[in-house]
Every structure is written in structure tokens, then in C-alpha cells.
């Protein structure tokens, strides 16, 4: 990873002694912040700057958010910098008390698992497999759709639309995220059973894990495709475009395997891997030159799942049905995305690669989140509070909705509004940490409540067929440039639900209330004693001569200025290590009044 470091210097020298958005001070001097409103937003560059952020002395108390952006396109470019203060005794916060949380006071998160880091793991090893070694328009026209290279695949042959009962043979790609993972010639061969067949799926068992009955009663296992038909399959669908069927069956598989299980150690309580979809399942067995063709195959649309393991002897852990019932329903939406965002571009032939690892994962949570609000009958962009989305203290379907769609997008979120600083929606790192996965989810999340004209369904919709990748497929999906989407996801990041007078609706979520819904889940994942907003705020001017501060491409550093009535002139100046204005890549400095 190419890591360009840009040492900057934020100095704070103190002097002796109606918004609503976007604004261009009427005096042409837009480093002089004292002219703004409460609610205003103003964007600084090192231009604006040449002799520091302005704040001539005033009256009244007044109250800043600063942040101090990277807004480069390429990926982790960190911009390092000190903050030098005089010492002050206005009292700020770096983390805010949470609101009024009377309404919510009772119900505990402690039973909720923490985020799967050995899914992620898992995940982001086939990932990196499909995009390094599975090689999209090898051929003329796509495989295995329509046209003279049309053919049906060995399950379809198989298969068919099946009966219950039915067994087949089944490949399953051996996932175990060693440093030589093989997905294409490294994999089980095993026959499953198939013990329920719905509209749009067929879920089978393999035989090695026992009869199905053995393992779900056929009410779960109905359950588990009714639910794919009712709530999944149409959301996902809606938002991402419609799967691709080289079986030819209009269906896709869950094989619920004990080769899921054992890619989670026997004892083990930090996480477990719920299950994955791989593309090389989209290929043939053979072909001309390595990438365009995949020996394991099933040349279907399947995914793996976690089996039951009631008493844990097989596997090492006890897996109840209930339990895979339950903690499967989030993989499979997340999968879901996975598969058609594949097949979009195995199909088409303009299209080279599969999408950028962070904007593939956000998309995929925000599929959890999608099929979340269909499951509990909220809108697209209907904001709601914690009290709404987890209105219960046991056991109850609300309950477990909030568990299997919403609570893991707010975990890793509240990781990344512990570090705002450190990790970026837009990094090559969302493989492998939480945070940026977070981050991506909140950015996406944000982009399709404020760039898509109220169509969220459209907007995902067009970044999951491409052709492009990346931030140049979320430009062109949100049509704005990179530094409008970073400076209104940062501001909106502080600024949700908070109720500022006068802020432009721009900066506001419109599908989430952060400010209810972050603090309790904060409380648990970061251990806090008590439950407040998880967004590190550095305070300028409270006590501390040297703040070492930074921030990556894509994300920004957020520091608070508070004014006590009748304060004399303060002047901010951003400076590189050798005490000149910075000018780094992507530098933007956004300000917002907040009183």
C-alpha cells in the first residue's frame, strides 16, 4: 500500500485579554468566522487561510465544529499535524452526553454478540480471491447465460426445480482463511439432501451433518426460504438488480454445511462465520487460461451456511437451530448483495472487474439494513430511534430483527466514531477492519438519503451494475464529486438529529436518528460507563499545549472551538511541519457553527 505522510501544524493563537448551509461571507473574507449564523456551514481551502482562520473578538458565547478534511480520491493517503494551543479554561468535550434515553432506559444490549470479525475474515479472503484470480470478460460473451456458449450447469442437470428429498452432489469451497487459499482447486465434495423448496429457493442439508430432520424441525427450515421469498429476496432485488440463473432453475441454494462450522475454532466465543457466497460458482469447470474457468463450481447460485450442531460434538460448538436460524438471516441479505453485485458484472461484458472492496461491503451492509426495514415495515429513508428499532428487553421478534439487520452496522459505525481520524469509508482496508466497514455503510447510507433524489432503490441500483468501481462509480451514481459527499457525510456525522437552528437539511440523515440510536450500542461495543455520543471531538484551547492529530483520504479530524461571552480574537492556522500554510491533496477545512 502506497502511504504518502504530509506533516501538517494546526496552531490556535489566542489573543490577550440565521444560517442554513453553504455560505460566502458577505465581506469576501471567508476566514473571518464571526460573521456566520448558527446552523451555517463554511468550506475553507489553504487559500482561504494564508494568515489563519479568523475569529475577531465578540460578545456573545459562541460555539464551533472544525474539521479538518482529506478529501483525496486515492485510498489512505494519511495527512499528520499537531495542534498548538494556548491553555484555556473553557470547559468542551471530546464525547458527548447521549440524549434523553428515559425511553429506552430499559433494555439491555449485553446478550447482544459483538461484531463477527472471523466472518469478515473469512469474507475478505474469498473476496480478494474473485478479484485477483477470477478474470471477468475472458471471453467474448459472459458464461453459462444465453447465446452458443449457453449450457446448463451439473446441479440444473441435477436438479431442475427439485423435491424435497432429493440428493445431489455439491462442491463446497474450503474457506479456511489460511495464506494460500485456493478457492478453485482447494474444496470438499459432498452430496446434500434438499428439505425445502420455495419460490425462490432451495435449501438443502449436507448428508455429512445428518438428516435434515435431525437437525431443523420443517417449520424452521420452511421458515428459512419463506423469508428469503416474503422479505430478502424482494429487497435485495429492488435495490441491487435482479440474480443472474446460470442453473436455470430461478432459484438460488443455501446449503447449510458443517464445512461453515469448522471454519470457526471448536470453544470459541469471539465471533463465528455465518457463511459466504463465492463467484466462482458463476464460472465453468474448464476452460482456456487461468481465472476463466473454476474446477469447483457448481455453476449455480449457492450459498454456505453455518449447520446445526445441538450439542457441539461434531464441530466443536453448539450450534442450536434456532441459533443458525437466527444469526444466519443478516448473512444471507449481506450474501445476497455479494451475488448479484457479481453476477451484474459477470454478465456484462464491458465490464472488467468486480467492484472496490469497500463499496462491495457497503453495499452488502447496507442490504442487512434494507432487509432490516422490510422485516419491520419502516420507509427507505424513515428515520427512527432506538426506542423503535429495539423496543423490547426479551425475547421478541423486534428483538431479533434488531440483532440479525441493524445492531452490527451500528457496532462497527461506533467503532469508526471512536477513531474518526483513523479510518477511512473509502480505504483498501475494508477487508479486514471493522471500522471502515462502519464508515462505508454510514458513507453509502448517507449518499442514498441525500444524492438520490429520494429514490434510494435507483441510486443503489445503479452502483451495483457499474461498469465502474469504487469512488468513481459512487461519483457518478450521487453526481457529486468526492469532497461535496466527504464534507457533507463528516458534518452530518456530528451534526444529526442534534437540532441545530437554521442547518441545511443536507447535513442531516434522513433514515436514522444517530443521536438515539448510537449511544447505546456505543456503551456496549466500546465499554463506556455511561451511554453517550461516540464522536471523538478534539477540543481546541482547553489545556493541552500539543495534540498530535491526523487523518486519512476520505475521512477527517474533527476539533471543537467554544467561545466563552466576551473572549478576545482567536485566529486558527493550519500549517505543514515547516510552518507554512498546508496545502496537501484533498485539504478542505469545514466549519460549522453550532452556537
Known amino acids: 500500500m502506497n502511504k504518502r505522510f504530509v506533516p501538517l501544524v494546526l496552531v490556535l493563537a489566542l489573543a490577550c485579554g440565521g444560517g442554513g448551509g453553504d455560505i460566502t461571507p458577505p465581506n469576501g473574507t471567508p476566514s473571518d468566522i464571526s460573521s456566520m449564523n448558527v446552523g451555517d456551514v463554511r468550506v475553507l481551502l489553504p487559500v482561504d487561510i494564508q494568515n489563519g482562520i479568523d475569529l475577531p473578538a465578540g460578545s456573545g458565547a459562541r460555539d464551533y465544529i472544525i474539521v479538518v478534511g482529506n478529501t483525496s480520491a486515492a485510498h489512505d493517503v494519511p495527512a499528520t499535524f499537531v495542534v498548538k494551543a494556548d491553555k484555556s479554561t473553557t470547559g468542551v468535550f471530546g464525547i458527548e452526553a447521549a440524549g434523553n434515553l428515559s425511553a429506552q432506559s430499559g433494555v439491555q444490549l449485553k446478550q447482544v454478540p459483538l461484531p463477527r470479525t472471523r466472518q469478515e475474515a473469512v469474507e475478505n479472503k474469498v ?129 447449510f454445511t458443517g464445512e461453515i462450522n469448522k471454519l470457526t475454532p471448536p ?103 434494507a432487509v432490516g426495514r422490510a422485516a419491520r415495515g419502516f420507509g427507505d429513508l424513515q428515520p427512527f430511534t432506538f426506542a423503535q428499532v429495539l423496543p423490547c428487553n426479551t425475547p421478541c421478534s423486534q428483538a431479533n430483527d434488531f440483532n440479525a439487520f441493524f445492531f452490527q452496522n451500528l457496532a462497527r459505525l461506533s467503532s469508526w466514531m471512536d477513531k474518526p481520524d483513523s479510518f477511512s469509508p473509502i480505504s483498501d482496508e475494508a477487508d479486514t477492519s471493522l471500522a471502515v466497514r462502519g464508515a462505508a455503510w454510514a458513507f453509502l447510507r448517507y449518499a442514498a438519503d441525500n444524492f438520490s433524489n429520494g429514490l434510494p432503490r435507483t441510486f443503489t441500483h445503479a452502483l451495483s451494475i457499474g461498469p465502474d468501481t469504487g469512488v468513481k462509480n459512487f461519483n457518478a451514481a450521487t453526481k457529486a464529486p468526492l469532497d461535496t459527499l466527504v464534507k457533507g457525510w463528516l458534518v452530518s456525522m456530528y451534526a444529526d438529529d442534534l437540532g441545530i437552528s437554521g442547518l441545511n437539511p443536507k447535513y442531516q440523515y434522513s433514515s436514522y436518528s444517530f443521536r438515539s440510536v448510537m449511544p447505546p450500542v456505543a456503551k456496549v461495543i466500546l465499554d463506556q460507563t455511561v451511554a453517550s455520543y461516540p464522536l471523538r471531538i478534539q477540543p481546541i484551547g482547553t489545556g493541552s499545549d500539543n495534540i498530535s492529530a491526523k487523518n486519512l483520504s476520505g475521512t477527517g479530524s474533527y476539533f471543537r472551538l467554544t467561545v466563552a461571552a466576551g473572549a478576545g480574537a482567536k485566529k486558527v492556522k493550519i500549517l505543514d511541519g515547516s510552518g507554512n500554510v498546508a496545502t496537501f491533496s484533498g485539504e478542505h477545512i469545514y466549519v460549522l457553527r453550532v452556537q
Open 127 to 255: 473476496r480478494t480471491f474473485e478479484r485477483t484470480k477470477l478474470k471477468l470478460r475472458s471471453r467474448s460473451a459472459p458464461f453459462g447465460l444465453s447465446g452458443p456458449q449457453a449450457r446448463r450447469s451439473v446441479l440444473a442437470t441435477q436438479l431442475a426445480v427439485p423435491n424435497v428429498g432429493d440428493t445431489v452432489n455439491i462442491n463446497v469451497p474450503n474457506a479456511n482463511p489460511g495464506p494460500n487459499l485456493t478457492l478453485c482447486t482447494d474444496f470438499f465434495r459432498t452430496r446434500a439432501v434438499v428439505a425445502s423448496v420455495s419460490q425462490k429457493a432451495i435449501l438443502m442439508v449436507d448428508t455429512l451433518d445428518g438428516p435434515p430432520s435431525s437437525l431443523f424441525t420443517q417449520a424452521q427450515l420452511d421458515s428459512i426460504t419463506q423469508e428469503f421469498d416474503d422479505t430478502t429476496y424482494p429487497t435485495d432485488v429492488a435495490y441491487f438488480n435482479t440474480p443472474t440463473d446460470v442453473d436455470g432453475n430461478g432459484r438460488i441454494i443455501m446449503l
Open 267 to 369: 470453544g470459541n466465543d469471539g465471533g463465528f462465520v455465518g457463511g459466504f457466497f463465492f463467484a466462482g460458482d458463476f464460472f465453468p469447470p474448464t476452460g482456456d487460461t487461468e481465472g476463466d474457468h473454476c474446477e469447483e463450481t457448481n455453476e449455480a447460485e449457492i450459498f454456505y451456511l453455518l449447520s446445526p450442531d445441538p450439542d457441539g460434538t461434531k464441530f466443536g460448538n453448539v450450534r442450536t437451530a434456532s441459533s443458525v436460524r437466527q444469526g444466519t438471516r443478516g448473512t444471507i441479505a449481506h450474501e445476497f448483495q455479494h451475488m448479484i453485485n457479481a453476477g451484474n458484472r459477470f454478465q456484462n461484458p464491458q465490464v472488467s472487474h468486480f467492484e472496490s472492496t469497500w463499496l462491495d461491503e457497503a453495499l452488502a451492509h447496507f442490504a442487512e439494513d
